[in-house]
């Protein structure tokens, strides 16, 4: 069928409508712009893929208010705390782990915790929001091709319902297509890394494991039958399970050979019953399709730009599960990109801005990558991972951003990452978390960071709201100011020393809740250093307003 010829307009198309391309939609219809997403399929995922999402996933939407509609989402997976591994669920152990408790921050250190909510769930809830807030978004809808320019991109889409076609012309692309990439492999941009490491078959049974469990409660468990790295975890209510097994030329199977029957073998073989009662359930409502199968990756791409087009999510990187980075890294790529797409296309910054997604995002998925190997490796070794260089909490709230949309100050260290239990406040670093309070209500300095920037000083600071108000007038921009001390009590006398500022001093948060610049005391021009400061974070020649 041959497309229309009228050619919708929009500034941000976004090609792919999983929790990355929605979080996308979302963080850019909060910040003002009304994107156009398309995802060819007809509705958000059916079946849960990522189940659990960390502290700083929950720290962003949290800002955004969004924290009780997702909590109140929390599947049954919250009841089970532990990790475990053996050759059969029946046999003995080699090792247990309360994985929850190791990775679940204090409250010094997030307002907030891991959510143990279905992605699914998530989808719909970021949808809906995003839609509420102005997003176009359109499921059934197939991007067809598209042909990319110096001033924009034009893409050939279809309804998947009509089969109506036509073009949309947008000022910038965002592939969020998964890990096939389709959008980046088009463009012949590679990717780097160990590559394919298994392909997995999984299905979903119905079995009172009751004996096999002997009361023990897990949300995951690694089995060396009928496969080393075969995992078993908890459906959406009791006595419903998802088995997932490897298989490959190596096992001497292949997708072929997951029939009915050899499903329930195998499970019993991971079970260690062979009289055990099985029913497989069909993988989504309304078909008849019983077994799945994907790979399993690892890898991260070679550019996260082309031009006007940025990939991100899996589109630019893959890890395996372990350690549960894929959705959050994707939806932290998206926070990234989102602010500095919008801050350009309101004509807030220059559009070297742009440059500082890749220059941030890709070297923290390639630390991701190979903690994420590391945990692998040490749970299909039976050493869990306490195998891994680095400690959860600092990979998840800990990693350091290098960039021109940073003022990296002199003597910062080279690691990549920083304890976030002895936070520095350096700029590149996720802003710490404090807890204030105002009047009676408690909250997170981080409640503060929901979409523009922030300028946080010391009690004595106030000056320097004088100087964030001529920075508004003069730069355009959307600048909260807050005094601690003064409009917000610092309950445990905490933020100079989180934030590394004397009392007259300031932190510069962006609107992804990293900070971007400081000055630990008070300077003889303040206006000027907070306005020059500003104008090179933007690219912007100071004192000029767009």
């Not at 350091?400 to 990452?417: I, K, N, Q």
């Not at 922030?454 to 730069?475: D, F, I, P, S």
Request: proline letters at 5%; a negative charge; hydrophobic letters at 40%.
């Amino acid at each position: 069928m041959n497309a229309q010829s009228d050619i919708q307009q929009t500034e941000v198309l976004i090609a792919g409508g999983g929790i990355t391309g929605l979080s996308a939609a979302l963080f850019l219809a909060r910040a003002g712009i009304r994107p156009t997403l398309v995802e060819r399929h007809a509705s958000t995922a059916l079946q849960p893929q990522a189940r659990a999402f960390n502290p700083r996933s929950m720290e962003i939407f949290r800002a955004l208010g969004l924290e009780p509609a997702i909590r109140d989402r929390t599947s049954i997976l919250a009841g089970f705390p532990e990790m475990i591994g053996a050759d059969t669920l029946a046999g003995p152990e080699r090792f247990r782990v309360d994985i929850l408790s190791r990775v679940r921050p204090p409250a010094t250190l997030s307002p907030t915790d891991w959510t143990m909510i279905d992605q699914d769930e998530l989808e719909r809830v970021v949808r809906a929001d995003a839609e509420n807030c102005g997003a176009d978004i359109r499921f059934g809808t197939e991007l067809i091709s598209f042909e990319h320019a110096a001033d924009g991109v034009t893409a050939l889409i279809r309804d998947l319902t009509g089969g109506t076609e036509h073009h949309i012309r947008a000022d910038y692309l965002v592939a969020a297509d998964g890990n096939r990439a389709g959008i980046r492999t088009k463009l012949g941009i590679g990717a780097a890394g160990p590559g394919e490491l298994i392909n997995a078959a999984s299905f979903v049974f119905d079995a009172d494991l009751s004996a096999a469990l002997r009361d023990r409660r897990f949300l995951l468990g690694y089995f060396d039958q009928p496969t080393t790295g075969t995992a078993l975890v908890p459906g959406r209510k009791l006595g419903r399970w998802a088995l997932g097994i490897p298989f490959g030329p190596e096992t001497g199977r292949s997708a072929a050979d997951f029939t009915e029957a050899r499903c329930v073998e195998l499970t019993r073989r991971a079970i260690g019953d062979p009289g055990l009662d099985i029913t497989l359930v069909p993988l989504m409502t309304g078909s008849d399709q019983l077994v799945a199968t994907t790979r399993i990756g690892a890898w991260v791409a070679d550019e996260y730009r082309a031009g006007r087009i940025f990939f991100a999510g899996d589109a630019a990187h893959v890890f395996p599960p372990t350690g549960s980075f894929g959705a959050n890294t994707g939806i932290a790529d998206a926070g990234n990109l989102a602010w500095k797409l919008a801050a350009v296309l309101k004509g807030q910054a220059g559009q070297s801005l742009l440059n500082s997604y890749a220059d941030e995002r890709r070297p923290v998925a390639l630390i991701t990558l190979d903690q994420a190997m590391q945990r692998l490796h040490g749970r299909h070794s039976g050493t869990g991972d306490d195998a891994a260089t680095i400690d959860d909490l600092t990979m998840i709230l800990g990693y350091r951003y290098r960039s021109a949309a940073v003022h990296t100050e002199t003597g910062t260290p080279d690691e990549p990452v920083e304890d976030p239990h002895h936070p520095s406040g350096r700029p590149g670093l996720r802003a710490p978390h404090v807890w204030l309070r105002q009047d009676t209500t408690a909250l997170s300095t981080l409640d503060l960071f929901d979409g523009g920037f922030t300028l946080l000083t010391g009690a004595a600071g106030t000056q320097w709201r004088t100087a964030a108000e001529k920075a508004v007038a003069t730069m355009g921009l959307d600048l909260s100011t807050y005094c601690v001390g003064t409009d917000f009590d610092d309950i445990d006398d905490k933020f100079g020393a989180a934030y590394g500022l004397t009392a007259t001093g300031a932190a510069l948060i962006r609107p992804d809740g990293f900070v971007a610049w400081r000055a630990p005391d008070l300077p003889a021009n303040p206006e000027h250093e907070l306005l020059l400061a500003l104008s090179r974070l933007l690219d912007r020649e100071a004192g000029y307003a767009h």
